[in-house]
């Protein structure tokens, strides 16, 4: 069936060095792929999207290619700050069925970026 | 905006007890769905709707779980009696059905403990 996996956390980093959280999926046809991300004590919070091969998704300096050949959307960003601590969700959508908008997820990757 | 609205925030309840959650979703989205959070288990999806229609509750735990979407603005999930494995953050989501490139947009969540 369909799945993504993302690396295990937890990540720690030091305030502004270089982010890139890994995320690989399986899937039978050609989803859209999503990262979340989740702040302590509060919901997912949709972080940025793509819908085709090729396409990046950006948000808030956070940066992702979707890479059909590599079956990967891997998350970046160069210079973390404290802020950018949470756990980050990497997600995928199929765009076929009954089962449109359901999302897939990772196991998600918990950020610590210390000053 | 309002986004997607649960009640209550936080429930403290005995073993045995009824527990219900409410979500209230984002006007005009017409998909509703139900995650459990643990940190043995991750993010679960429970069950989701599509228009009012529970679509596929495969995800429920057992019998003591069940969900309703008696209108397209309010849903419940109840757990009769409930159990200490109980204890999570549940979390209601909603979008734009058959919609595979638009996000679910998430609550803040009830995080729920049962004694």
């Known amino acids: 069936g369909d799945s993504v996996t993302q690396m295990e956390g937890p990540v720690t980093l030091s305030e502004e060095a270089f982010l890139t959280i890994n995320c690989t999926y399986t899937a039978t046809g050609y989803p859209s792929l999503f990262w979340y991300v989740q702040y302590p004590g509060e919901g997912l919070q949709l972080l940025l999207k793509a819908t085709k091969a090729d396409d990046k998704g950006s948000n808030k300096g956070f940066e992702a290619t979707y890479r059909k050949e590599t079956t990967s959307f891997h998350l970046e960003k160069g210079s973390v700050q404290v802020s950018d601590s949470a756990v980050y969700f990497c997600?995928?959508?199929?765009?076929?069925?009954?089962?449109?908008?359901?999302?897939?997820f990772g196991k998600g990757t918990k950020l610590s970026v210390k000053p | 905006d309002a986004g997607v609205i649960q009640s209550p925030r936080h429930e403290v309840t005995e073993m045995g007890q009824e527990v219900t959650l409410r979500c209230k979703p984002i006007s005009g989205h017409n998909s509703l769905f139900w995650y459990r959070q643990t940190m043995m288990r991750g993010l679960e999806l429970l069950i989701y709707f599509n228009n009012n229609v529970p679509i596929d509750d495969s995800g429920m735990p057992e019998d003591r779980f069940s969900a309703k979407m008696p209108n397209a603005s309010f849903s419940t999930l109840k757990i009769q009696p409930s159990e200490p494995r109980d204890s999570a953050v549940y979390f209601c989501?909603?979008?734009?059905?058959?919609?595979?490139?638009?996000?679910?947009?998430f609550g803040d969540g009830t995080r729920l403990s049962i004694l």
């Open positions: 989501a909603s979008s734009l059905a058959g919609r595979a490139n638009q996000p679910q947009h």
């Open positions: 997600a995928l959508s199929m765009n076929y069925g009954g089962s449109q908008g359901n999302l897939i």
